[in-house]
C-alpha cells in the first residue's frame, strides 16, 4: 500500500508491518532467514513476534503518531539509527514520545515531514539529548526551533536544514560548541551576513556545506573570518554567485581550510576545465583537495607557474596579490615555447641522379608510388625503372630504400633538406 493511502498510523503499527516475522523473517535454526545482529543488547522481549535491527528504515510509511510508548520502549531498547523521513508526523511532542523510548538513538532523519507550524517545547526537546546527527531537510522548521534543538542536545554534531526555503539566518542566544558538519544546501541565502551569524553559531564548525543557495560575495575581512570560523576544514559553495578572485583570495584566510568545492560559479565560465583548476589551485595554496580530487605537489607546481605566465600580459595595477607572492618564489618566467604539433604536408629536398642535383618540392601524404610518377618528367626516367633512397641528413645511418609503392611518405619523417637519391633498376 502507498505512503498516500495511509492515514494515521502508528509507529508501531508501521514496525509491525515491516519487521514482522513474514515480512522480516529471523533463522530460528538451518534454512533461510534473515540473521539479525544488534550492535548492544536484544532489548526486546517479545522475540517469537519481532527481532529488529539496530537501524531501523520506516521512511514512507505513513506513520503519523507514536502508539504505545511501553511496546517502543520494549523493542527498541537497541536502535541507534532511525530513519522517519517522507511520514505524516507534525507534532514534535508526537514524535518526542517516540524518541524518548529510544535511549541509544544516535542518529535521526524527520525529512520531509510538514513540521513548519509545530511549536516545541524545550522540556519536549530534551527527549533528543542523545542524538548526535541530525536530518531536518524540507521540514520547513523555524530557526526558533533549531536554536531551542541546539541548547538541548549535548552531543549535537551533524545538522542537516537543507531545501527549507531559508532566506536568512536567525541568529541564536547562545552558540553549539559542539556541530562539526552543518548542511544547508538548496536555501536562498544570498548575503554573506547571514553566513557570518552561522559562524558565530557553530565556533567548532569542520565542515560547511552551502551548495546551491546563490551567496554573491564574501564581504569579511581576513581578520573577521579568522574569527568566525576558527576550526573550518571544508566548505562548499557549488552554484553560488561569486564571481571576483577577490572573494576566492579572502579563503585563504580560513586558517585550518583544506577542502574547497566551488564549481558552478559565474567567475569561472569563461575558463577551460584546465584553467579553472590551474587558476584556483593558485589561489589556494593551503588547499590540499579541490572540487573531491586531491592536488598532488607536482600539480601544485605546475598550476603556480601557469598562474605567473597566464598574468603575463597584465598591467601591474591588475596583478592580483597572488601573483606576487609566487614571483618571489619561482621568479619571473617566460612565456612557454609554442611547438607546432601538426602533421607536415610538403619538404623540401635535393633529387640527386648521377650528375644532376634538382630541389623537388614534395608532399608527404602522398605515396612512394606517386613521388616516382613525379620525378618521372624531373629525371626523363621511367618510373617502373627507379629505385628511391631516402637518405636523412640529421642521422649516421645510410640510405633507407623506399621500397614500397604504396606506403606514404611522411612515415619516413622526411624534413626540408634531406636527399632523396634515384638510382635506375640494372637490366
Known amino acids: 500500500m502507498e505512503a498516500s493511502e495511509i492515514e494515521g498510523r502508528t509507529f508501531m503499527q508501521a514496525i509491525s508491518e515491516k519487521y514482522s516475522p513474514e515480512n522480516f523473517p529471523c533463522r530460528r535454526g538451518p534454512g533461510l532467514g534473515v540473521v539479525v545482529v544488534p550492535s548492544g543488547p536484544q532489548g526486546s522481549p517479545m522475540k517469537d513476534r519481532l527481532n529488529l535491527p539496530s537501524v531501523l528504515v520506516l521512511n514512507g510509511s505513513g506513520i503519523s503518531h507514536a502508539g504505545d510508548e511501553g511496546e517502543i520502549a520494549a523493542f527498541c531498547a537497541h536502535v541507534v539509527e532511525l530513519d522517519l523521513s517522507h511520514n505524516k508526523l507534525q507534532d514534535w511532542y508526537e514524535i518526542s514520545k517516540i524518541v524518548s523510548n529510544v535511549p541509544h538513538l544516535e542518529f535521526l532523519n524527520l525529512s520531509s515531514n510538514q513540521l513548519s507550524d509545530a511549536v516545541l517545547d524545550p522540556d519536549c526537546a530534551k527527549a533528543f539529548s542523545s542524538i548526535r546527527r541530525f536530518v531536518l531537510n524540507n521540514t520547513q522548521v523555524s530557526w526558533d526551533t533549531v536554536h531551542t534543538f541546539t541548547r538541548e542536545m549535548p552531543e549535537l554534531e551533524e545538522l542537516f536544514l537543507c531545501l527549507n526555503q531559508y532566506t536568512t ?29 552561522i559562524g558565530s553559531m557553530f565556533p567548532a564548525l569542520d565542515t560547511l556545506v552551502m551548495a546551491n543557495n546563490n551567496l554573491s560575495s564574501i564581504r569579511d575581512s581576513g581578520e573577521i573570518l579568522q574569527r568566525l570560523f576558527p576550526n573550518l576544514r571544508s566548505i562548499n559553495l557549488h552554484n553560488s554567485g561569486l564571481n571576483r578572485w577577490d572573494d576566492i583570495e579572502k579563503l585563504n584566510f580560513l586558517p585550518k581550510l583544506e577542502e574547497v ?40 607546481e605546475d598550476a603556480e607557474r601557469f598562474f605567473i605566465r597566464y598574468h603575463l600580459d597584465y598591467s601591474e595595477e591588475d596583478l592580483p596579490h597572488r601573483y606576487h607572492c609566487l614571483v618571489t618564489k619561482y621568479g619571473k ?14 619538404a623540401k629536398v635535393e633529387v640527386r641522379y648521377e650528375d644532376k642535383v ?30 628511391l633512397y631516402y637518405i636523412d641528413k640529421c642521422t649516421a645511418f645510410g640510405p633507407d630504400e623506399l621500397k614500397y609503392s604504396a606506403r606514404a611518405l611522411h612515415s619516413y619523417s622526411i624534413q626540408d633538406g634531406d ?3 634515384l638510382v635506375p633498376k640494372k637490366k
Open 419 to 421: 636527399e632523396i637519391l
Open 358 to 387: 634538382e630541389q623537388v618540392s614534395i608532399r608527404l601524404d602522398q605515396t612512394v608510388a606517386d613521388l616516382k610518377k613525379q620525378l618521372k618528367t624531373v629525371m626523363q626516367l621511367p618510373s617502373s625503372n627507379m629505385r
Open 261 to 300: 568545492r566551488l564549481q558552478g560559479i559565474p567567475l569561472l565560465q569563461a575558463y577551460t576545465s584546465m584553467e579553472r583548476r590551474s587558476l584556483m589551485i593558485a589561489q589556494l595554496p593551503s588547499v590540499t583537495n579541490l572540487n573531491g580530487s586531491v592536488v598532488t605537489d607536482g600539480e601544485r
Open 333 to 346: 618566467l617566460a612565456p612557454l615555447a609554442e611547438i607546432d604539433l601538426r602533421p607536415r604536408y610538403h
Open 169 to 197: 539566518v536567525t541568529p541564536a542566544t547562545m552558540p553549539c560548541p559542539t556541530l562539526r558538519l552543518l548542511h544547508i544546501t538548496d536555501n536562498s541565502l544570498h548575503e554573506w551576513n547571514e553566513v557570518r551569524k
